[in-house]
Every structure is written in C-alpha cells, then in structure tokens.
C-alpha cells in the first residue's frame, strides 16, 4: 500500500458515516430522550480523520432528500430498502449544524447521490493533480481509485489504492462498475444478470473484459474457466438489456455541476460557542466541555457561553416589515419608486391564476430587506390591514410603468393575477426562473426554493410548513400574519438575491443573454395574453364522445376477455402478462429490469402486427386515456366567468426551448386518430369568428439543411420540391418522377430519424427492413448529402470540447453526460447533441413569430383577432369571420419572415369552425 500524501484533499462520505455509526454504536441518548449515537459516531469519526491527516481542503458530503435522476431511469432503485429509522432521521439536522460549527464544507445536492458529487468533486482535483483520500464503507467509490484517488475505510483504517481494489474486487478500479453490474447490488436494488455471482462475473472480466467487450466476444464466454460457462452466453445475451441498465445504475457521475471546487472547499475556524450550545443540548458532555475551554481561552464572560447562538449568522442581515397603515405603506411606496430596480410578488389563494384573489403584496429593492403588504387575511381576530383596492389603485401607475424596472420568479402568473384586478404588469426586465433556464436549462429545478439552496446557500420556508399538507392545509388568507409576513416577504427578499447572483454571470454570454432579453422575457406578456383569452370548448360535443368511448371501451373489455378466454383486468400489468405470455404463449420480445416480459407500448405494437389481443389492448389503453385525460376532463375545466378553457404555458421546462403546457395539456392530444381529432373538433369559434390554424412546415428540416449547408437539402429547399421525395431520388437513385410511395416513405423516415439521432437498428424496425439494408440506406443518404454528415461530426466534437451546443440564436443546451464513461449515456448525449439544435432553433423561431405576430395584433381593433393556442410548431387564433382570410395570409407572412433562414420558411394556414378543421 502507497502511503497517503501530506494534507489531502479529503472528502467523506456523509452519509456512508451516518448509517454505520448509527448501527455500530448502540442505544445513546440525552435525558429527553433524543438518540444521540449516530452524531456521536460520525462527529468521532471526523475528529480522528482530521487529527490524523490535517487537510487544508475536505468536504462532508451528504445525501439529499427525495429522488435522484437514477431513480428516473429505473423506478425500482433502491426500492428495498426500508425507510430510515425516525432515531436515525431525528439526528441528521444537529447533525449538520455541528459539521458547519466545526468549520467544515457541507454538501449537501438535490437530484443525484452524495457518491455523485464526491466522484466529480474526485475526478476535479485528480486532474489537477492534487492527492485526495475518500473516505467511505462504501463499495461502489472503488471505481474512482486511481493514481490521485485512495479509499479509507474509517472504521477499520485500511487504506485501499489500485492494488488494494485488485486484491479485495478481483479486478481493477476501471472494472468496478462491470462487476456490480454483472453481479448486482441487492442493498441498491441493481438488478444485474440473473445467475451470475462473483466467480462467473471474475471469470468474464478477467477473461474478455468490460461489458462492451464481452457482448462483442460473447462466443468467447463458453471456453473460460468457471461453473456454467457453457451456457453463459445465452443468458448474457437474454439479459442483456438489464445488464446494461445495472451499469448505468452502478456508475458514479463525475460531471455533476457544481458550485465550488476542490481548492475552494477549505475549513474554516470552529464556530466554539455553536458547539457549545449544540453539545449542551445533546448532552455529550466530552466535547461540551472541550468547547467550553475554547470559549475561556478567548476570555468570552460566562454569560456569553450560556447565551451562545445555536448558529452562526446568517450572511445576510434580515429585515422584513409588515405594512399595516398607509404612512408606512407611502414610505416604501416611494422607496420603490426611487429604486433602478425592485423585487415583487403576490400572495394569493390559488394557484389558477383564474381563480386566485390576491392576499397580499411583498418587495424588496436590498438584499435582506423586504415588505409585506396584506390585503385580505381573514382568518378570525386577524389584525386590521389595509384596503386592497387602496392599495392596487396606488400601486397600479408604477406597476403600469414601463420604465420602472421589475424583476420576479415566474412573473407571469402575478401578471395574470394583477390583470383580473385591471392591472397591466410592465417593467418585467427580469424573471429569476427564466434567467436560471436560460443560463441552463439541465441545471436543476427552476423554482425558487431550488435556486435558493443551489445558488445562495439558504433553505427557505415552504408553503407547506406555514399551511400545513393535503385536505386541511390552509389558503394565504387563512395563514397567520406572523407567519405568512415572514414567508412573503422572503419571496421577494430570496427573488432580489438570486437575479443579482444569477445576471452577472448570464449577461456575459452574449447568445444566452440575448435570449433571455428579446425573447423570453417579453414572451412573458404574450403567453399571460393567450393564456388569460383561453380558448372555447363545445362541452356537449364532447360529452357524446364521452358516452360513445365509454361503450367502445367496454366492447372493447368484452373481445379481449373472449380473446383471452377468461376475464382480467386490462390495467393490471401482471394479469396482462399472465394472459400475453404465460397462457397464450405470445413470443417475448423484451423483458423489464427484474426478467419478466414487458407489456410496453413498443413490444405491444410489435406483437399487434401479428395478433389481436395485443392490437385491442393498444386500442382499450387509448381510448381510456383520451377519455379521461380529455373528453370526460375538458368540459370540468371551463371558467365560470369567461365559459372557457384556460391553460398555463411553461417556458422553463423543456430542456431545447420548448414551450409545455398544462391543465389542459396542448401538447398531446392525438391527431393521428379518428378519435383524437375528434377532441380537436370540440376546440371551437365564437360566432361571427373562425379558427385559424397557422403551421411551420418540415421546420427541423429547414433548420438542418441551414446548420449543415448542405448542397443538395439546400437546393431541394430552394426550389420548393418535396424534399422526402428529392431525399428518395437521390438514395434510391432514381428520377424525381419515378419516387414511388414506399419510397418516400422509407426517405422520410431517414430524414427525421438523423434528426434524432436514430441508428440503423431503429430504421430497420421502423422500415421493416433487414438492419444491413437499413445501413446501406444510411450510408447512401451520407454520400449524397455529405454536409450532414460533417455536421453531425463537427457538433459531436464541439459539444465534447464545450459541454453544450447552440442554436442558430444563441440559446445553450448543455449535455452533461457527453463525457460519461457509459457508453449509452455517452451516446444519447451525442444524440441530443444533434438534435437539440434544431428543436431549440425551432422554438426560438415560434417564439420569436409569437412576438411578432403579437406585436401586429397589438395594431388591431382587439376584436378583430386572438392568438389563442400555442402547439408544437403551430399557432393557433381565433379570427373575425370577414377577415380571416386576409389574416390569415398575413400570419403567414409574418410567421415565415420571423427568422432569415439559408432557406425559405414555410407557413400553412388553415381556416374551420373548429381546430381540426382548420389544421
């Protein structure tokens, strides 16, 4: 074993510490009977670690409350073990606060696992060369060992280097991830091939190599030397696809983003009189006093000690007001009107913005300073407060004023707020949730608690701990003053804090910033518009199709059971597996992560090729969902007071640039069925109007032939052919004339499988073709259209050296797995790689037509026209009889002059009664 370097960077695995003190130390308590062994295990173990190796860099890492992205990807991970103790859960927040007393860098990252942020934090340090000792029981870390990179186990010293892992595993550090992927974890629940233990998993490692190595050489695996050899091959290749998800699963990340780096986490001097008080109340008596001797050195008087804060000093100093009169309310009133820039938000009772009354109004225009104005707490022997139209009627000329600059977190549901009390929000330059998206759309969660924690290191009060949860938890109104002054006027302090940490560092790009400034923020208006005119619904119609599915579906209920020859439930997955595979024999396709067959939509529309049952099932699991996600749904979300369907835009969602949308979902109503498109025929005009229907064509086919200059997409564009059709000419060599169908058909689906990134395998799947006739096609296609090849070429390289990719306008797509050690995250980055830009260049593009349209509309009689629905790269409006014509040739224009292409953009409109008409 090497000897470990002087003062390492050391990183300790938190929460590996906490469970093994926790069981290793037996019952230990304070006389009010709070458990106390797990802290008192952990902190010992950390004194010792320090005193042996005096770091001048270390960081406790911990893990996070709630899922991970590992739990995306397999929702059975970790799914066995059982929850943690209360006596344990009760020690982590003490826990915490004495960490940070000591001095230490406390880490704790939503959305991945503490091994996460110490492999990358690892992978940092080792390549600047600097030494650094993990310390952990766990495992898994023995994948990060390498020469920079030692393990210590703390409950028994040991030390474990390259050679260590080779002794203890078998194989080296840059098989570790292999191995449990082979073998399985059942403390993680990691599936990994059935039947394969140590001595199997050895025998393949050492004889072939990693995975990817032994499905290459599979026919290999019968001529090595262990138990069951033989027969190996075919259960590797069975199981194959839950080999390669235990591998996705067992691998540390080591590109989490992060905030700090090795040479920024260093300790810093021991808060003595927190660690006092914390030890006082814990009653470990030990290390009480040895605090205590710390506070007498430095001369603190007695009082001092006993009155020591339980902790240290917030960075910030906080001062929140509640306004209750009208001369404090003048006072911030010119306060704000003095200001470059104020932070604002509303409290109210709902989060329709359709629905809600306002509450009460906060702001803040220093960091750590906010006001709280209520409005309408009702709750009984509620303090007077002051009159909410007095108020709105003062704020409304500097709300209204577009030189007075305003910045929120998600200001678009206070500008709809404010517009049902007659209020125009302008001003809005910034909106914290969109500079946070745009700066990095795959950082995280956008919300305010979120960016808190992530970007300033404050834990903010939840609505939840103020209103309590599920059917009893209160509304705004009914919140106490005390408590919900606190928690407003935060919102707003928390909202200043986070635009002036977040801007600097956005502004300095000038793609992001750019759209973040002339386009995401002033489509805040536009969404806020559409979303406040809603759109009309015929809700009887929509009822008779309603009852028409309800009797398919039970028809539907009927055949299947006389298919099967016995009743079951068509929602039960294990029933549907009895009946698919165990009693009608049906061929499996695939198999889910723990071995049974899968009944997923894919493997079911494969076997309905071939057999009814699966074929009726398709059809129950649509129908169903059409009608309860919209048919039987749709009708209950009419407005009282407007008669319409009123839905919430997103724009800091999807990761491209995509707008969502929910309550109603837009997005996925069906088209491509008889019945969907039923649902579109209920989306009507008022009288007197029709619906227009205005769609971008092929645009991420446009936006390809732009990004990749090639010749031929180029010239297809430029002189309007079809260009599936000069696509099939080209590959299949033929005259333009002599395209047959298939054979667009077959163009069409290269086409829009290299936007995605689609392999061979899935063009032979999706033509039907052997994969060999699907290469050749491939290959065809990148000899006649060369420039997208070196495109795809040239992004894949400039994403691995940037870390993102950009559309045509600047807006970022950063890919964090596209240096991953896993080979299929690796891939699906590079994928997205490709993809992103043209998804992302096309929503810029419909965002960037939605301004402009706005802008013309804005020129109009208001009657005149609406812009009512956003879909996919489709607007739709709602437009006088008399004029819909002339508009809609208008839209067109507009919408195709929205961007200046290497091609021409191309717009159709279509004009109905209702949106499938008109589409």
């Not at 209750?324 to 704000?336: A, P, V």
């Not at 517009?419 to 759309?441: C, H, P, Q, W």
């Not at 208006?525 to 309603?546: C, H, M, N, R, W």
Request: with cysteine; net charge negative; hydrophobic share 40%.
């Amino acid at each position: 074993m090497k000897k470990i370097a002087d003062n390492p960077f050391i990183l300790v695995d938190g929460s590996s510490y906490l469970f093994r003190a926790f069981h290793a130390i037996k019952d230990l308590r304070n006389s009010k009977g709070q458990p106390t062994n797990a802290i008192f295990g952990v902190v010992n173990m950390l004194k010792s670690l320090i005193n042996q190796y005096h770091p001048t860099h270390i960081a406790v890492v911990f893990d996070a409350k709630g899922k991970t992205f590992r739990d995306d990807i397999y929702p059975e991970y970790k799914a066995h073990r059982p929850p943690m103790p209360d006596d344990l859960r009760s020690q982590i927040e003490p826990l915490h606060k004495i960490i940070r007393a000591l001095g230490l860098p406390l880490i704790v990252e939503e959305g991945v696992e503490a091994d996460d942020v110490i492999g990358t934090l690892a992978r940092e340090a080792s390549e600047q060369g600097i030494h650094t000792l993990i310390s952990t029981g766990d495992k898994d870390m023995a994948q990060l060992v390498n020469e920079h990179v030692t393990l210590i186990n703390t409950m028994d010293n040991s030390i474990m280097d390259n050679d260590g892992v080779v002794t203890k595993f078998g194989v080296g550090p840059e098989l570790i991830i292999d191995l449990l992927a082979l073998k399985g974890d059942k403390v993680d629940n990691i599936p990994g091939v059935p039947g394969v233990g140590d001595k199997s998993a050895l025998g393949m490692l050492q004889g072939i190599g990693g995975i990817d190595e032994i499905y290459t050489n599979l026919d290999k695996i019968a001529g090595l030397d262990f138990r069951g050899a033989k027969t190996m091959a075919a259960k590797m290749a069975e199981y194959e696809e839950q080999a390669r998800l235990s591998y996705l699963l067992a691998t540390i990340k080591t590109d989490v983003e992060l905030p700090y780096s090795p040479t920024t986490l260093s300790p810093t001097d021991p808060d003595h009189q927190t660690l006092f008080t914390l030890f006082s109340d814990l009653e470990i008596k030990r290390w009480r006093d040895e605090a205590e001797r710390q506070l007498q050195k430095a001369n603190l008087p007695a009082s001092a000690i006993a009155s020591a804060p339980a902790e240290a000093d917030t960075p910030v100093a906080i001062s929140y007001e509640t306004i209750l009169d009208k001369e404090h309310f003048q006072r911030w009133l010119d306060k704000l009107q003095q200001a470059e820039l104020f932070a604002f938000d509303t409290e109210t009772t709902s989060l329709d913005y359709m629905e809600a009354e306002l509450v009460g109004l906060s702001f803040s225009v220093i960091p750590g300073e906010a006001a709280y104005v209520p409005v309408a707490h009702d709750y009984p022997d509620a303090p007077e407060q002051l009159e909410r139209s007095w108020v709105l009627s003062q704020l409304k000329p500097l709300l209204e004023d577009d030189s007075r600059a305003k910045v929120g977190q998600h200001l678009k549901y206070d500008m709809n707020v404010l517009a049902n009390y007659g209020i125009t929000l302008r001003g809005v330059k910034f909106d914290t949730m969109l500079e946070s998206y745009v700066f990095n759309s795959n950082a995280g969660r956008h919300d305010m608690d979120s960016l808190a924690s992530r970007l300033l290191d404050v834990k903010t009060v939840k609505f939840e701990e103020i209103a309590g949860k599920g059917a009893k938890q209160l509304t705004f109104n009914q919140i106490a003053l005390e408590q919900a002054a606190h928690y407003a006027a935060e919102d707003a302090d928390i909202t200043l804090r986070i635009h002036q940490s977040l801007w600097p560092q956005l502004s300095e790009q000038q793609g992001p910033a750019h759209i973040f400034s002339e386009v995401e923020v002033p489509l805040i208006p536009v969404l806020a518009k559409i979303e406040q005119t809603g759109v009309l619904i015929d809700s009887q119609q929509l009822g008779e199709q309603s009852q028409y599915l309800a009797s398919r579906i039970l028809e539907l209920e009927k055949q299947t059971h006389d298919l099967a020859g016995q009743p079951f439930n068509l929602s039960s997955t294990k029933q549907l597996q009895e009946i698919l595979f165990d009693k009608l024999q049906l061929p499996v396709i695939k198999k889910t992560p723990k071995g049974a067959p899968s009944t997923a939509e894919d493997v079911l529309q494969e076997l309905a090729e071939n057999y009814d049952l699966p074929r009726l099932i398709l059809e129950y699991r649509s129908l169903t969902k059409l009608k309860s996600t919209y048919t039987d749904k749709l009708p209950q979300m009419i407005n009282h007071r407007t008669g319409r369907v009123h839905t919430s835009y997103h724009q800091a969602v999807a990761a491209t640039g995509r707008l969502s949308s929910t309550d109603p979902n837009l997005q996925n109503i069906p088209i491509r069925t008889e019945e969907g498109r039923k649902v579109r025929k209920a989306f009507v005009a008022n009288p007197g109007y029709k619906i227009v229907a205005a769609d971008y064509s092929q645009i991420e086919l446009r936006i390809m032939a732009h990004l990749s200059a090639d010749k031929g997409l180029l010239d297809a564009f430029a002189q309007g052919r079809d260009v599936h059709k000069a696509t099939a000419a080209e590959v299949f060599e033929v005259d333009l004339e002599a395209v047959t169908v298939e054979q667009r058909r077959s163009a069409k689906a290269i086409n829009f499988g290299l936007i995605y990134g689609m392999s061979a395998f899935g063009l032979s799947k999706q033509l039907g073709i052997p994969r060999y006739q699907a290469q050749d096609y491939m290959d065809l296609y990148f000899e006649r259209y060369p420039g997208v090849l070196t495109y795809m070429e040239n992004t894949r390289e400039f994403a691995k050296q940037h870390g993102y990719v950009e559309t045509v306008f600047g807006r970022r797509l950063y890919l964090s797995d596209i240096h991953s050690s896993n080979a299929i995250a690796r891939k699906g980055a590079e994928r997205a790689a490709i993809n992103a830009p043209m998804q992302g260049t096309a929503a810029d593009i419909i965002k960037k037509a939605m301004l402009a349209v706005h802008a013309w509309i804005d020129t109009l009689d208001n009657n005149a026209v609406r812009m009512i629905m956003q879909v996919h790269d489709e607007l739709v409006f709602e437009i006088r009889d008399d004029l819909a014509e002339d508009f809609a040739k208008k839209i067109c224009n507009i919408m195709q002059n929205a961007a200046q292409l290497a091609v021409p953009l191309l717009v159709e409109a279509g004009i109905g009664k209702n949106w499938d008409e008109a589409h």
